[in-house]
């Protein structure tokens, strides 16, 4: 019995001793495993909220659709499936709720090291490698340079473990015709991540006609056997509806969707880092003092490497005897390569958006594809050249660093300041040569040993160097810095609505400084207070901000596009600021009329009210142009005076308006997925809500829909009538009905289809 399952035990042992090699450190240490620049300012509070979210849904029954405690109210549901909504994962993480975030996501992390060298076994024995050569490409995609990578981007790797059942689901069809498997990890893929299905579907045909090329030789079946199973791929995408659909209709809005057509990178940095990151485990120094630095992120992560002996394999491939295996393999190769090389090619992977070059994760899978055929039929490589191949590429990694120098004019201070990358490359080097030895002598169970040690050795440097020992980096600091403002969840809104009897019926928002009592750890913390903050760091923010960005573009924070911290005064006013905690009135946003209310909050937080605050919701009485607005040089205080629109909703709006006084939404209710609210009006009009504009509002005035505007820089306007109004808001995301009736649709083809299945299997075995 275990000698059946000897190389599933050795791949099982061999993570378990690359991961304690990785992570022991950490844990005798007793410091949480933090790598990863997003982890603890994005991922950690995102999780925070979705398990919010989920428990009050198997409370209350409540559906995790909307958030307010995330940038003045968010789409939860349809921008997370970016980060953690579809990830399965992150749904298997409410099981250890009694974990820490930390010691949870490590012990998630280990587990996709152990699914991605299963599932990368699994594909090479389904194309008919050895099981000890699947070893091998089991551990050189668990730990390539991607996987480490991505162990500090969770939605990556989540993506990333499965991916190799895609290809198997692949395989299997072209093989024995079976559908099922690539049915349904589709829709697992695409549910998991649609940002990576997007670039995975993308490649798919190429690697699709060069495996149909290798495994059926006639093509004259070509066209019937594609179109089948572009329909099983359909209806896999069909399953994953609920999903896809909002997410379409939300990220449409996003305006970094683009396309960039330039030719060529600029600078040369770029393609010699490309190169270079298929040899050295470059992740070790992406992040620090670094020849090929951009200044430019996109350049900066580029992580092929997986492992030196599958780098030198893949290098084979150009003296092969095996001519029609190599002709249909570099042509391959080929497509992948003018897709790299021009910025339109990695655009058009990466959505059509900005380059990206997160996509050849894929071309690591198919050099471990690649390396692992030849090293499981070594009788096809020609042994005399595997010295000069090697000492080809050990040439380039020494002299690599230096020439990178040269060419930015740096080589004055290139062993002070690289000297590290010229070691890491020149040991590189040097294992390159150990491994054509052991490989020219076909010493197989040295070269696995010395691989495991590789992975091992850099795997444990590499987080051993990343480990954050210092205050900061601590499990206590982690804790504190979510406790600064209360001891138990909802403690400050509780103490704040406390403080006035109206705030129990109202909706308003909390300015609290993010150098002091943030201590600069997330501009995300309004999360863990359940507070309606102001600052915000996230890819997928609401659309609608766009606009109020371009109204007041100082609300951008540290010139990106995903952080945003409102600080001015007239749109405080304007956002229903209530209240602003600080530990001295220099903090105070300028512009408010601020009041102390306490001073010891806490034994040192100050409370201020603003006098002027307005309500979520009041009715204005003049109208005007985005353009107008702008062309007029208005102070951002008139947001709060002039209803600003779109030019085709312009005479609908000033036909609403009215001259009247003022009236205010109160009595107003809200959580979950709605809100409620009162409003009286002498003559009937117009009224701005300052939440976020989304198309998954659906309003009620006196229990009938009306036509909601998007007004004043990405907030809700609507009409209301004479007399008493009752308002209902209601929130589901755009696209869900239609995405949930799709994947019920896509789930029965997929049984008929299962049931079909089982019919002909039955058939066969007669």
Not at 547 to 573: C, V
Request: aromatic share 18%; with cysteine.
């Amino acid at each position: 019995m275990l000698k059946k399952y000897k190389y599933p035990l050795l791949l099982a042992g061999a993570v378990t001793l690359i991961c304690g090699c990785m992570f022991l450190p950490n844990l005798l240490a007793h410091i949480p495993v933090t790598y990863g620049t997003d982890l603890k300012p994005e991922q950690f509070f995102f999780n925070m909220e979705f398990t919010n979210l989920m428990n009050q849904f198997f409370k209350k029954g409540t559906f995790p659709f909307y958030s307010w405690s995330m940038f003045l109210g968010t789409n939860f549901f349809a921008s997370q499936t970016f980060y953690i909504m579809g990830d399965p994962f992150t749904w298997a993480s409410l099981l250890f709720q009694n974990l820490n975030f930390f010691d949870r996501t490590l012990l998630l992390e280990i587990g996709k090291f152990f699914i991605s060298a299963f599932s990368m076994f699994y594909l090479l024995r389904t194309m008919k490698i050895s099981e000890k050569v699947s070893f091998f490409g089991g551990l050189c995609y668990a730990f390539s340079g991607w996987a480490i990578f991505f162990s500090g981007q969770l939605m990556f790797h989540s993506f990333y473990c499965l991916v190799p059942l895609y290809f198997c689901g692949i395989e299997k069809y072209l093989i024995t015709g079976k559908k099922m498997q690539f049915l349904l990890i589709t829709a697992i893929l695409l549910s998991s991540h649609w940002y990576f299905f997007y670039t995975l579907s993308f490649l798919t045909p190429f690697f699709y006609i060069y495996r149909y090329s290798q495994i059926k030789f006639d093509f004259s079946k070509f066209i019937p056997d594609t179109l089948k199973l572009i329909g099983i791929y359909l209806i896999g995408v069909m399953m994953a509806g609920i999903v896809l659909v909002p997410t379409i209709s939300y990220m449409s809005e996003n305006n970094r969707i683009g396309l960039n057509i330039s030719l060529l990178f600029q600078d040369p940095q770029v393609y010699l880092h490309f190169l270079a990151s298929m040899f050295v485990p470059n992740y070790q120094y992406i992040y620090g003092v670094n020849v090929f630095e951009t200044n430019w992120h996109v350049t900066r992560e580029i992580c092929i490497w997986a492992g030196s002996l599958t780098a030198l394999l893949v290098c084979q491939v150009f003296c092969i005897t095996d001519k029609s295996y190599q002709r249909k393999t570099l042509l391959f190769y080929l497509c992948l390569i003018i897709l790299a090389v021009f910025p339109i090619g990695d655009a058009a992977l990466h959505g059509f958006s900005e380059p990206s070059f997160r996509w050849t994760f894929l071309l690591t899978l198919f050099n471990i594809i690649t390396a692992c055929y030849l090293f499981d039929h070594l009788e096809i490589i020609n042994i005399k050249k595997i010295y000069p191949i090697a000492s080809l590429v050990a040439a380039f990694c020494i002299v690599i660093v230096p020439l990178s120098a040269i060419i930015e004019g740096k080589f004055d201070i290139v062993f002070n300041e690289y000297g590290s990358q010229i070691i890491l490359f020149s040991g590189c080097a040097i294992l390159i040569f150990v491994f054509a030895f052991l490989l020219k002598r076909r010493a197989i169970n040295a070269l696995l040993i010395l691989s495991v040690l590789e992975f091992a050795l850099s795997g444990g440097i590499h987080y051993i160097r990343k480990m954050d020992t210092s205050e900061r980096g601590s499990y206590a600091f982690a804790n504190e810095v979510t406790h600064v403002l209360q001891d138990e969840d909802q403690g400050l809104n509780n103490y704040l609505d406390y403080l006035d009897p109206e705030n129990y019926t109202e909706y308003y928002r909390i300015y609290v400084p993010h150098d002091s009592l943030y201590w600069n750890y997330s501009h995300n913390m309004s999360v863990a207070y359940q507070l309606n903050g102001l600052m915000i760091y996230d890819s997928t923010y609401s659309p609608a901000i766009n606009k109020l960005a371009e109204l007041a573009p100082e609300i951008r924070e540290f010139n990106s596009g995903m952080i945003f911290n409102i600080k001015n005064g007239d749109l405080m006013k304007f956002l229903n600021v209530k209240y602003a905690l600080v530990l001295n009135s220099k903090e105070l946003p300028f512009g408010v009329n601020w009041e102390l209310i306490q001073d010891d909050y806490r034994g040192s937080i100050s409370i201020y009210e603003n006098k002027d605050f307005r309500p979520l919701g009041t009715t204005y009485n003049s109208a005007l142009t985005y353009e107008e607005f702008m062309q007029t040089n208005q102070s951002l205080y008139e947001l709060n005076n002039i209803v600003i629109c779109n030019n085709e909703n312009l005479e609908e709006i000033k036909a609403l308006v009215k001259r009247d006084a003022r009236s205010e939404l109160n009595n107003i209710q809200y959580g979950g997925n709605q809100l409620t609210g009162d409003i009286k009006s002498d003559n009937g009009g117009f009224m701005v809500i300052t939440l976020p504009y989304d198309e998954g509002w659906k309003i009620l005035v006196n229990e009938n829909e009306v036509k909601k505007y998007e007004v004043n820089g990405g907030f809700i306007g609507i009409p209301i009538n004479q007399g008493e109004n009752h308002i209902e808001m209601y929130f589901v995301p755009k696209g869900f009905k239609f995405g949930l009736i799709m994947s019920v649709i896509g789930s029965l083809m997929a049984t008929v289809l299962f049931i079909f299945s089982i019919k002909e299997r039955k058939k066969s075995s007669i």
